[in-house]
């Protein structure tokens, strides 16, 4: 698995019930705070934040918009 880089489009792996966030829900990650934990900023489809918080990479995967190279 590739480490996540700054502005890659992230989903949720888990559920945080107390920042009212469900697996699945989609983020942007915005800043690096220390090695493997993101600030991610989670936005509604008229992109207004929602949510903004600081999660390790093990709780968020990339998601991907193209088909995968196959090498």
């Not at 700054?6 to 220390?34: F, H, I």
């Not at 934990?37 to 936005?43: H, T, W």
């Not at 995967?61 to 090498?71: D, G, I, N, S």
């Amino acid at each position: 698995m590739t480490a996540l880089m700054l502005l890659d489009v992230v989903g949720l792996t888990e559920d945080l019930p107390e920042r009212r966030l469900v697996r699945g829900q989609v983020g942007t990650t915005l800043q690096l705070l220390a090695p493997g934990v993101f600030d991610v900023e989670f936005s509604n489809d008229e992109g207004r934040a929602y949510a903004t918080l600081a999660l390790s990479e093990e709780q968020l995967m990339r998601l991907h918009h193209r088909q995968a190279k196959v090498e």
